[in-house]
């Protein structure tokens, strides 16, 4: 009889009210844990383009000071012809220095002396349109230039 008293039931034989005074708190916790970590794109690519493979890469600088040099095919245009994007708009060589210039304009004094210019090409662009942007880049004093490329792996040479 003295087990009676330990368990005892409810009246109403419902399930006990869950407290969900703690729930608002979680809730921006995983929200701000989000904000953080997300990474928002800056550039909608307009050019499609296919990265080459390498064996020989590293990090480049840190990621404010690298200025991004996009060069690809755009859907609908002939398989042939190669254009450029410079940020979010297409371009051509001649907007390369202005869009340099800008670019060192917009970073701070210690991200203007690590400037560095990515070229983010397609593998079958014609390495003497790669030879021009790289007479641009140096006539703008952008002298620090990457390419970007994936890892090959060694079993796929």
């Known amino acids: 009889m003295m087990t009676r008293g330990l368990f005892r039931r409810r009246k109403n034989g419902g399930v006990p009210n869950l407290n969900t005074s703690s729930l608002p708190d979680l809730i921006f916790t995983v929200l ?3 904000m953080i970590v997300t990474h928002m794109r800056d550039v909608d690519l ?4 296919d990265v080459p493979q390498g064996t ?12 991004h040099i996009y060069i690809g095919r ?3 245009l002939p398989a042939d012809s190669f254009c450029i994007q410079l940020n979010n708009d297409l371009a051509t060589m001649d907007d390369i220095r202005t869009f340099v210039d800008n670019e060192r304009a917009a970073m701070s004094t210690d991200d203007q002396t690590r400037m560095m210019v990515s070229i983010k090409a397609d593998r079958d662009v014609p390495y003497g349109m790669i030879a021009q942007v790289k007479q641009l880049l140096q006539q ?7 390419y970007s490329a994936t890892r090959k792996n060694e079993n796929n040479q």
């Open 74 to 76: 755009v859907p609908g």
């Open 32 to 34: 701000f844990f989000f």
């Open 56 to 67: 020989e890469l590293r990090k480049a600088v840190p990621k404010s000071a690298v200025a």
């Open 140 to 146: 703008s004093f952008a002298l620090r230039i990457s």
């Open 46 to 49: 307009k050019v499609r383009y």
